[in-house]
């Protein structure tokens, strides 16, 4: 069975001048979801990787909206997310916000059927926010890269101040629906992950963005930002200790 959800913005806003936008849809075609995740949990991350410790996996709400905030480190990511928190550990499919430049062909065919949809990082686009702003109000968990780029520098860097916006417009939209925001730390022990690499990923508390709505969007984005980006820091902080805690899934 494949869901599907399509947002559809006429046209952006480059320089002044209007743009022809992209159409936005994605979907969960779970014929392709049970072949493609045990796959990988069962067989590709286990001979691939060394050590794999987990921790902090019942932080994640079982319902209503959240967002699902990890480091980015890796194209691992996009398969170590739902190895850490995906339906088997949480119950609940995920849907994740891609850069454009990786929706094409083959891969993009894929992407958009396991949950993905395309932003473009560049100029943002008006439909890829209102799918994101969809997905939420309908309650969805939905993953999004607030760094915006792979870093593998060891920190966490300067995040995107679109989460934030996105987030607040959703909880005031929709008072009361009790939007989450779950900081993830992903830690690989190399910095291009290669054969027999241990990973750890440390999930965070989640933080209810309703706390921040009660500033103007500007100010409570803004200590939104800022307090992400303190809980992800700690949680990498973390990573030496959750190393010698070895707890394979």
Known sequence: MTTTLKSTSDYGNDHGNPI??????SGICHGLINIIYPL????????????????GQENVPKTGPIILAPTHRSRWDA?????????????RDLRYMVSANE?????GWLIRRLGGFPVNT???????IRHTVELLSNGEALVMFPEGNIFRNGEVNPLK???????????????????N????????????????????VTVGSPISVADYSTKSVKKGAAQLTHDLHTAMTNLDKSYPQNCSKKKLL
């Open 20 to 25: 022809k936008a992209m159409s936005v849809d």
């Open 79 to 91: 398969l170590m997310v739902p190895y850490a928190v995906g339906k088997p550990v949480t119950g």
């Open 161 to 179: 101040p679109g989460m934030a916006r996105i987030a607040l417009q959703v909880e005031s939209s929709h008072p009361g629906i009790g939007l």
């Open 40 to 55: 990988a949990r069962r067989v590709v991350i286990p001979f691939h990787f060394g050590q794999l410790t987990v921790t």
């Open 181 to 200: 925001i779950v900081p993830i730390s992903l830690n690989y022990s190399q910095p291009i992950p290669t054969w027999g690499c241990d990973v750890t």
């Open 103 to 107: 929706i094409y062909g083959l891969q």
């Open 122 to 128: 560049g100029r943002g686009g008006i439909s890829s």
